[in-house]
């Protein structure tokens, strides 16, 4: 007698921004769910539900299933109102988990909003489901270190109790991993599972790259970009130094690409100090950012002192996918300065080294030949970290253990 293989485990993935939201964790989630559902899985994802957009609370995209909670969109309020929308998205999500978990699910976890897989956790305690955390960002760390008030670190037992009774802890990269191992996770819950370039980035037609420097009126320019988020976990303030620095070379701009908290006070700073080759842009939707990331004939990548064991910036393997160099600027001795620098994909700096950046810089723009070089080694990491295969086959090798 034939036995009937075991039911296939339902995967649950909770954040806050799920598509057609293009937030990082949103994109990336989208790309991970949609392979796994490409690959048979039963995927179903909880997430807010976007102001206006006329979506319904639960429908099938692309072969996940989507459950939309109501919550707040009150961010433009500054924190108070932030952290409302957090606290409203955290209540329906676990009541939205609640409600629709059952014995054996396989649950995961983002981190936005920060602690969500405290809760979530919790939920899955009363439920019988397993739960992984897919840790992107590690708080209250990241707001200890931004505000200098390390009260906000009292929560931390509960967090790493969390993380410890987990199923398995997924992050992004060895400093990240040595945090979840100081807080006590045990090294077999700890799987490292860098993100990847979005789907879709590279082999930009040079037409459409033109065409953007043509409409920001950057043609005959060499382009510093910094493409991203604009917030606080970004040290920025080196890239007006930088654009100071080379003022008078007027074949050099630098070109923000992207929307944040430090949006509004960059360009204030840029206005006072009179710094007509930095532009500002916004954020490009995820069909040009292929474009957006190619108009760069070179990418500053930066984190601030302090934040480099919270938090990887994952927009290294977009710039990467498209086959452009990068400057990183930030603490020496972190992860991604390791990286750009062994694997050859541009250089590191700590960020009081402003006129040894401008040095390079220069350099590089006239060294199309060295410039090329970087390029070429971008080019082959970006292979090693196209699109979300990769990413979902090690997800189902991780879910498919009996825990």
């Known amino acids: 007698m034939s036995v009937a293989p075991p039911p296939m485990r339902r995967i649950v993935f909770l954040n806050r921004s799920y598509w057609p939201e293009e937030p990082a964790t949103a994109q990336l989630l989208t790309d991970l769910a949609e392979a796994l559902a490409a690959d048979g899985k039963d995927v179903t994802v909880i997430t807010s539900r976007p102001g206006g957009s006329g979506l319904p609370r639960s429908h099938m995209h692309r072969g996940v299933v989507i459950r939309r909670v109501r919550c707040t969109r009150w961010a433009r309020l500054g924190l108070p109102g932030k952290a409302i929308d957090f606290l409203t998205f955290y209540v329906g999500a676990l009541g939205q988990l609640l409600f629709i978990a059952r014995r054996g699910d396989n649950v995961v976890a983002l981190t936005d909003p920060p602690l969500l897989g405290v809760g979530t956790w919790l939920a899955t305690r009363l439920c019988g489901a397993r739960v992984f955390h897919w840790v992107q960002d590690i708080y209250p760390e990241i707001a200890a270190v931004l505000t200098g008030q390390p009260w906000l670190r009292a929560v931390n037992p509960l967090r790493d109790l969390a993380w410890r009774r987990s199923d398995g802890c997924v992050t992004l990269g060895s400093d990240m991993a040595a945090t979840l191992a100081r807080a006590g996770v045990p090294a077999e819950k700890i799987i490292l599972s860098p993100n990847w370039a979005l789907a879709g980035l590279g082999g930009v037609p040079c037409n459409a790259t033109d065409a953007l420097r043509a409409a920001w009126e950057l043609e005959g320019k060499f382009i510093v970009a910094y493409s991203g988020n604009l917030g606080r976990v970004h040290d920025l303030g080196p890239v007006l130094d930088l654009a100071e620095a080379l003022r008078s070379e007027t074949a050099i701009a630098f070109v923000f690409i ?100 401008a040095t390079t810089i220069r350099q590089l723009a006239a060294e199309p030949g060295r410039l090329a070089l970087f390029a070429a080694a971008a080019m082959a990491f970006g292979r090693d970290h196209s699109g979300p295969a990769r990413a979902a086959i090690a997800w189902e090798k991780l879910l498919a253990t009996t825990g």
Do not use: M, W
Not at 294 to 301: C, E, F, K, N, Q
């Open 258 to 357: 992207g929307d944040g908290a430090r949006r509004a006070a960059l360009e204030a700073q840029a206005g006072e100090r009179a710094l007509a080759n930095l532009h500002f842009h916004p954020p490009q939707p995820r069909a040009g950012l292929a474009a957006a990331l190619a108009l760069g004939d070179l990418h500053l990548v930066t984190l601030l002192p302090g934040c480099e064991p919270f938090v990887f910036p994952s927009k290294l393997y977009g710039i990467a996918a498209v086959g452009r160099p990068v400057i990183f600027i930030g603490p020496r001795e972190c992860e991604i300065a390791r990286l750009v620098e062994q694997r050859g994909l541009g250089r590191a700096f700590a960020r009081d080294e402003i006129t040894a950046i």
